[in-house]
């Protein structure tokens, strides 16, 4: 055989061609996967009016701050269940945004809407910035409220750089002395004045007959706003006051363009049908072997008792097994459940046993988890059967999916 006949035969070996195959295969695998998730996949950070973004005029830095008062904090891709009615619910619209995209949300608790402000271009030099090029007009500033608070409401803004200290209408102080540039207000009939500036103009109120509050200048509580002591203090006080007490804060993304969509790859790659795309995966995969090599089982010359770690853990379980002992092992994969979706979603660290379990039920019903967790734990503690272990081990493990898909 030649030198050229001998790398001909090298090159198309067996073993060659079956990498490309298994390299191709992985690579559609990616490639699949990226496109179903792709909207999710994003960091938002791309100097947006949102709580993803980083920028000035974005409002990132906020979920951040509430998330380290202790405050459980969501952000919402999809649409909104009935439990999360006990939640603040905070819109960020742009000016594009159409009334009816906000009344199409339905959610019947507090709800707070933050107008737009700034007029802001993305800074090439530094992605995630923008570069603000002047103030939106205030006709545009009020489109995304309906049409009735639009002719009742007039948006005010200062033409100076001021030194505050916001109140309430009783006269008492609200967060610290901040600088704000070119302070908007709102006024009208329909408002009702919740917080309100040195010259007693309302800076944030709430209308008469949707109970819906709307606070007129967004710097207060943006990134921009956050980056002093003083104006984290305000933003703080901002929100407490239209916050119910213990209750979650939920940042929509829907209005921003981040909205979970569903298509068939997606719905293939997740429960229930994520059970039949693993099936016929592994029978894709089994023919392919069973094509590339011999048939028939390879003869076992492995050790009778493995050693090292995976030995350990068989045989560990060999003798849990054997004591009959598997249903007592519900109740602490339940605790360990509780103590994994605590620290996911930001739970306070204070709270005792009790207390716990009741937050994580409450945060439970805002996300629309099919089970609470004091439920599963009783289920947990009801465990008689390997199969009844089975069955809460798979409960808690889609509660802890639903407690925690939301948080990207």
Do not use: C
Request: glycine letters at 8%.
């Amino acid at each position: 055989m030649s030198r050229s006949n001998r790398a001909a035969s090298a090159a198309f070996s067996p073993t060659v061609i079956l990498v490309v195959l298994l390299v191709g295969m992985v690579s559609l695998a990616g490639i699949g996967v990226l496109s179903a998730y792709a909207p999710e996949l994003k960091s938002g950070n791309d100097g947006g009016t949102h709580a993803l973004s980083r920028s000035s005029v974005g409002f990132g830095g906020l979920t951040v701050l509430l998330r380290n008062l202790g405050a459980p904090v969501l952000l919402n891709r999809g649409v909104l269940t009935e439990t999360s009615d006990e939640s603040l619910l905070v819109l960020t619209p742009r000016p594009d945004t159409k009334p009816e995209q906000i009344k199409d949300i339905k959610h019947y608790g507090a709800t707070l809407v933050v107008l737009p402000k700034w007029n802001a271009a993305p800074d090439p030099n530094h992605p995630g910035w923008v570069r603000t090029a002047g103030l939106i007009p205030a006709e545009a500033a009020l489109s995304p409220l309906n049409a009735d608070l639009r002719k009742t409401s007039k948006l005010t803004t200062r033409s100076d750089r001021a030194r505050l200290v916001l109140r309430r209408p009783n006269g008492s102080a609200l967060g610290a002395p901040v600088e704000t540039m070119q302070l908007r207000t709102l006024e009208g009939p329909d408002w009702i004045p919740v917080v309100i500036d040195d010259q007693g103009r309302s800076v944030l109120a709430m209308d008469r007959k949707s109970r819906i509050y709307v606070l007129a200048d967004p710097d207060l509580i943006s990134n921009g706003g956050l980056k002093t002591l003083a104006g984290a203090r305000t933003a703080r006080d901002l929100i407490a006051i239209v916050r119910p007490s213990g209750a979650p804060v939920v940042f929509d993304l829907t209005l921003n363009g981040f909205q979970r969509s569903r298509n068939l790859l997606r719905l293939m790659l997740e429960p229930p049908l994520l059970g039949l795309t693993l099936v016929l995966a592994a029978l894709a995969a089994l023919a392919g072997f069973h094509a590339a090599v011999r048939f028939g089982a390879p003869k076992d010359r492995s050790r009778i008792i493995a050693l090292g770690k995976r030995g350990l853990a068989d045989n560990t379980a060999g003798l849990v097994r054997l004591a009959r002992r598997e249903p007592h092992m519900a109740v602490p994969y339940a605790q360990i459940m509780r103590a994994a979706v605590a620290r996911a979603i930001g739970a306070p660290r204070a709270l005792d046993d009790a207390a716990l379990d009741a937050f994580l039920d409450r945060v439970g019903r805002t996300v629309g988890a099919q089970h609470a967790y004091s439920a599963l734990v009783e289920q947990a503690r009801a465990a008689k059967t390997p199969g009844d272990l089975i069955k809460v081990a798979a409960a808690l493990y889609r509660w802890n999916q639903e407690m925690t898909r939301g948080r990207q």
